[in-house]
């Protein structure tokens, strides 16, 4: 089987999956717990937490469910109840677990979204226009989920000291940590990961706080991480996605090449085929995303007959694949229906070979030339 | 002593002469059938199915209000006839939580009980109300009512909870359902099982232009068709082979029709191979392009057996209530994308003539290639056997 759908979830890696057999096995206490073993679990924790955010340079580290819990508790937990007035921005193409949070506020705040080039990367013109002084909040993704788009942090952070100084920024890193470097000094105000996205267990992930970001909590009933999420730690998780990010600073793996192999690939085996989002090999371009349409052939059909040749990938998001509508994001790019109609991507991990791009090709290729006599008439 | 039961009624049995006691005999087992799962038994007596020996009270009611032939259930106490006094006390326990106004209704079996049906219910009701200084009798519009059978034993019973209807499953032989993943061929199916007709389905699988999702979701609908009609055998057919020669030979307009006209062709072998005496649909005159008038001649034309269309006189919101109530509607609403559109031409002949659709479908018939895929798809046909 070739996996090229690791922008929805990756395959844990060994290391990982040993980790949290001998956490389950011997270190089951409750890190809250007073007694040496469970202390000892607790301690564990705490040193993951301030590696993970020395490494990101943040003052705090909060552990969640996963991606979606951290942007929700981000962006409510600095908005929902508060007395702030002002405007909320959040780029257009980012994921649903920041665009429905930041449309919860749209009662109290002026909540708009900063448009994005056909590349999909944020347009900064428009952004200086909608980057009003009263701004507080600014969601902008690290890389898009769908087409593999690199935002440009580092001119938006400047952008926002010179228009909006207080804004804080808030940046989705569920597709881009580890993937490229990330400071939150650089004037990030909190970043979101989850574990699942880098060969990590499922259910866990985290919210990293800049030196000046302050959220309340959205779940109660406990004192656990620092008293901003209630509830016993998921202490396999977290020490599942401590083993995911030692493992995988250790292993240097080429996913660029690979995914420059296979644009090529497809390109040359399927002339009607087009790149949406940013050109593969330029700097706007994340190394493990990349997006085709393959028109006339539905996204739909043309992936379940990958399916049938063992060569799994998708249909924009995983989350809303079951919606109907065309994605938030493609719309976004302003693409031609035809061309959002027969979008699919395909996301490499760590675990990609050579072997599995040219067998994906082949499969491409041949599954095109036999959908493709049949488009509505 | 008193012992608590299920007091289980029929309605159109009763209609029945001299082959009564095989629909009773039907009922039964269906209903035996049903609650199974719960532990409970069911004996027939006296024209009535009574149910004992459940831990689960609602969820046996449940289970049995969804039985085809089943008018009504009544959860009902059983007490010694012998001891009238008794009675009138279980009675007035029955009634001691309730306030407004109540009649007592009595039936008397056994014809030699030392009252008659007036007596009893003056007795009774007079110690209900001695009491509970809450109730008044009203005998026109009562609020509540508590029955009082006289049998074997005596029966009271307060609460009846209607059931579904119609006749039992089994009594009137097979039909073959043509179900789709939309809202109205399981509200089909369920009309016509309820006259005791028992179900197959087909379900045409166009892989990969329907995903693993859709058959998923088909074998839920026909799942949730079983917890009335018991099983139903799913026959899934590989459709792609022919509608990509459907799209590939015949003229735009016409696409849709000889799809329609090439499922009924093999639903009707299928019918064939499966015992089945008559085809059934969902179809609503006018709703698409192929259910006009016109449109089901030519699809009945390739058919050797009734097909029935139960929602013919319909309107879609009638539809929709209906699936609601059968429980089939959330599952029909499920988005997963039938990608079938391609398939779909975009100006669809609405009155075709049936000489029409033949000549359109006649490029099919070269070299037996339709014969052959007709073959091939009943062949690669696969069978799901799904049960309550």
Redesign the interface.
Known sequence: MVYLDNAATTRPSEAVIAAMTAAMQEGYFNPSSLYAPGYSVGKEIETFRLQLAKSLSAREVIFTSGGTEADNLAILGLLQNSRKKGRVLYSAVEHSAVAEPCQRLKDHFDVATLPVTASGIVDLNAARDLMTPDTVLICVMQVNNEVGAIQPLEDLIRLRDELCPDAHLHVDGVQGFLHLDTKLSTGIDSYALSAHKFHGPKGVGALALGKRARVNPLILGGKQENGLRAGTENTYGILGMQAAIQDHRANDHDIRALKLRLVEGILAAIPESVINGPEPSSSEACDHIVNFSFPPV?A??????L??ERVLVSQGSACSS???QSSRTLVALGLAQSRMDSALRFSLSRYTTQEDIDQAIDACARVYKN?R????? | MTSKLLLVKYAEIHLKGQNRPYFQRLLLRNVRQAVKHLNADAQLYDSRIFVTGYADESACIDAITKVFGVHAVCPAVQIDKNDFDAICDLAADLMKDVSGSFKVAARRADKRFFLDSPQICAQVGAHILRNNKQLKVDVHQPDHVLNVEIRDQALLYVKTYPAVGGLPTGTAGRAMLLLSGGIDSPVAGFRIAKRGVQLSAVYYHS??????PVKEKIISLAKILTAYCGPIRLFVVPFTEIQ?AI??KCP?DFTTLIMRRNMMRIADMLADKNKALALITGESIGQVASQTLEALACTDEVVSRPVFRPLIGMDKLEIIKEAQQIGTYETSC????D?C??????HPVTHPKLRQAQLAERPLLDDDLLEQMIQRAVEGTEVIDLKP
């Open positions: 539905q739909q059909t043309m992936m379940h007959a399916e049938a079951r919606k109907k959908l006599p049949f488009t509505r008439r | 892989f990969p232009y329907t995903g693993e990509q799209h590939e735009d499920l988005p997963y994308e990608c559109t391609v398939f779909t031409p975009r």
